[in-house]
């Protein structure tokens, strides 16, 4: 059930990134800060609240007015009563209507003076105003607002025409009733009786003020609201420009990277930019140079590989294809001894390659473990003095008191020092000595083969690290040496935190000096 579940949070995530990856970062930056306006935005609808809250409070207003309007007239003269139609009208700017106890209209403020308030025609509005109407009836629908009735005046001048004000002379209490005008104004229409005699009173109110306020409001949040999409849309673009082109650029620049079609294709690193941007471009252009620097150098190493098989193998062809043709058993014998040297000289390559290719792999796989460095070389000298692979030669150790310790790989670290003395051995005169020297300071543990050999010109001490390099004494004979010793040494070193240079000795005798410097774990001794 656990799995399930999980599997479902899973497909669920899998999901949501497939739908967003589907669109670009533009248009993902744009939606993001355009939400929140949208959002916003959708608050014009809501202003219908605002508009029902002012409606509630004018519903108020209108009985109240109504009711006062009626206490005053109900003691009040004729003429006393049209007086206050007329003045009342005026200043709340509403029309006042008196229906008699037969519900017969005998007093109108409107008749009796100027019309305090006019409804406006429609049919002369401009643009503007149609805009508004129909944003309006937008609003209304989108809100779900009930339907209001338009506001006609009854041809009758009967009060019964009038609905609240037949339910105020039936109930003898006030009525109020909405209804809009034809530009989507709210009227509103109270009822309230007039004394005991059965008159009754009808205020009209042309609520054009509420209506003013929710549009002016609206077109305020409306242009707030445009500003600000201008003004996100503007920035976000900006943005997405200042995210994306240089991507674009550095995703087209790998693409040409990727395609080898164009071998000089310079990935931009932005200079310019100190963000992670920036940062990105100049990751991308340091791993496009260091992979352009490893395929260079598999091509070049291809290249010598081929090179350096080639040799044994035409000579181990021309010594194969000439035994067929030789009857002198002596040449026979020296031509089979040709082809047993090439095909060592191929093994010992093969060997020397497979070591070269895998070394650094092998070494980020391996755990790095403390080693005695001179307790390790002096187990390589006895067991070399053993198998006499030092070749007569005087091998001598000098190291501290204590032990030299450092981290690595205790094979990997013994190929070193045996490559570093079989490169002594193959360069001193026979009897010559060889001297190791061990040294540890604060930060690293030196190891130093000397030999009394010719030494190494200062302007090829960077060469003999090239892999396939290699200056062969006079007297050894060819392919004895495959080139990759140094090579595969001074790999190991650089794995290990470490390196490997070639000096000239420091008595100033004739000879190499190869330096191995690795990183000290403990000083213990002197």
Known sequence: MANTRLTGRLDAGLEKS?????????????????????????????????????????????????????????????????????QIGKEQRMRLRMFDAEGLLWADSFALD???????????????????????????????????EDYVEPESENADAWPELKAARETGLSQIKLRDWSDGSPVITAAAPVGQQGATLLTTRNAVDITEAVRSARSTLGVAVFLALIASILL???????????????????????????????????????DEIGLLARAVSDMTDTLRERIDAVEHFAADVAH??????????????????????????????????????????????????????????????????GALTQAIIDRRENRSENDGHDVRLRQPMGQA????????LERVIENLLDNAVSFSPPGGAIDIAISIDDECVSLAVEDEGTGIPEEAREKVFQRFH????????????????????????????????????????????????LPTVRRSGT
């Open 18 to 86: 497939s739908l967003a990856s589907r669109f670009s970062l533009t248009v993902r930056i744009l939606a993001v800060n355009l939400l929140p306006l949208a959002l916003l935005g959708g608050g014009i609808f809501y202003l219908d609240g605002y508009r029902k809250q002012l409606l509630n409070e004018r519903y108020k207003l209108a009985r109240i007015e109504a009711q006062i309007t009626a206490e005053a007239l109900a003691g009040a003269t004729r003429q006393r009563q049209e007086a206050l139609l007329v």
């Open 114 to 148: 100027e019309p305090s308030f006019t409804f406006s025609d429609t049919s002369k509005d401009d643009w503007s105003e149609d805009f508004a109407q129909t944003l309006d009836k937008l609003v209304d629908a989108v809100v779900s607002a009930p339907p209001v």
């Open 236 to 274: 976000s673009l900006y943005l997405a420009r200042t995210i994306v082109l240089p991507l674009r650029t550095l995703s087209k620049a790998a693409q040409r990277v990727r395609s080898g079609r164009e071998r000089d294709v310079e990935v931009p690193r932005l200079p310019e930019r100190h």
């Open 308 to 373: 350096e098989i080639k040799n044994p193998l035409a000579s181990l062809r021309s010594a194969v294809e000439s035994l067929g043709r030789v009857d002198d058993g002596e040449l026979r014998k020296q031509l089979l001894d040709i082809a047993s040297h090439d095909v060592r000289r191929i093994d010992r390559l093969v060997t020397e390659i497979s070591d070269a290719s895998r070394v650094d792999a092998e070494i980020s796989r391996a755990t790095f473990e403390p080693i005695d460095l």
């Open 405 to 412: 310790v450092v981290r690595g790989v205790p094979v990997r």
């Open 470 to 517: 290699s200056i062969r004494p006079d007297a050894e004979d060819f392919g004895h040496h495959s080139g990759l010793g140094l090579a595969i040494a001074r790999t190991i070193a650089e794995a290990h935190d470490g390196d490997l240079v070639a000096e000239s000795r420091k008595d100033g005798k004739q000879g190499a000096r190869l330096l191995l410097r």
